[in-house]
């Protein structure tokens, strides 16, 4: 039954499943990737909790060099700073530093939300070309009957499901993925701040 739906969308079948593919290894490459992050976010945060109950701040900078979590990045822009975690200075470094991290959370997601436009307007393309075909088998053949012109429609209709169920699981997870990329960033600015913060605090205790 599949085969036969794929043979019956024609070559418009092709550059969906290729989309479909494409869109599958963006979705799993980015389910592991943020799973890697909050694991190591939640690693490092731990790391920092012990550092500074122990008062051992290079041990805070030094699990931040270690650790691949956007969290570490905006420490280390902080602390290179060496200004108060309140000033402007380092609020603005703070910036810079998340649309960085940002960015590399967002990698490949415009993959998908290109996926998600262009896959129904392929279908479209697949509707057209097999209405097209139905016409042409009738004008060659007359009115023959259903299994006329059944080829024809068979592959537009094929062709406009598939194109949308291409498109919406690929905008579904676009959507999910800004979203908690958002809802990351939030956290990480605040857990940036707060750890900074006391990490400032403890600098000069230590050095008197």
């Given at each position: ?12 079948m092709?550059?969906?499943i ?14 592991a990737f ?8 939640a690693?490092?945060r731990?790391?920092i ?6 008062k ?5 900078l030094e699990?931040?060099?270690q650790?691949?979590?956007?969290l570490?990045?905006m420490?280390?822009a902080e602390a290179?700073?060496g200004?108060?975690a309140?000033s402007a ?12 991290e ?6 490949y ?21 097999g209405?097209i075909a139905?016409?042409s088998?009738?004008a060659t053949?007359?009115?023959?009957g ?9 592959e537009?209709?094929?062709s406009?499901?598939?194109?949308l ?6 905008l579904m ?5 800004s979203k908690?990329?958002s ?12 750890a900074?913060?006391d ?6 205790a230590?050095?008197?």
């Amino acid at each position: 039954m599949l085969w036969e739906w794929i043979v019956a969308g024609g070559m418009t079948m092709a550059t969906l499943i290729f989309l479909s593919v494409v869109s599958i290894g963006v979705v799993l490459e980015r389910l592991a990737f943020f799973k890697q992050v909050r694991l190591a976010t939640a690693a490092l945060r731990a790391d920092i909790t012990a550092a500074l109950e122990k008062k051992q701040h290079d041990l805070v900078l030094e699990r931040c060099r270690q650790s691949e979590s956007p969290l570490a990045a905006m420490i280390l822009a902080e602390a290179a700073s060496g200004r108060d975690a309140e000033s402007a200075d380092a609020e603005r470094v703070m910036t810079l530093t998340m649309r960085g991290e940002m960015a590399r959370l967002k990698q490949y997601l415009p993959i998908l939300a290109t996926i998600a436009s262009i896959a129904p307007f392929v279908g479209l393309f697949g509707t057209c070309k097999g209405i097209i075909a139905a016409f042409s088998d009738i004008a060659t053949q007359g009115m023959g009957g259903p299994s006329v012109i059944a080829a024809g429609i068979s592959e537009a209709l094929v062709s406009t499901a598939t194109g949308l169920l291409v498109a919406i699981p690929a905008l579904m997870f676009y959507n999910y993925f800004s979203k908690a990329i958002s809802n990351m960033a939030l956290e990480l600015e605040s857990q940036a701040f707060q750890a900074y913060r006391d990490l400032r605090q403890q600098i000069p205790a230590t050095q008197k």
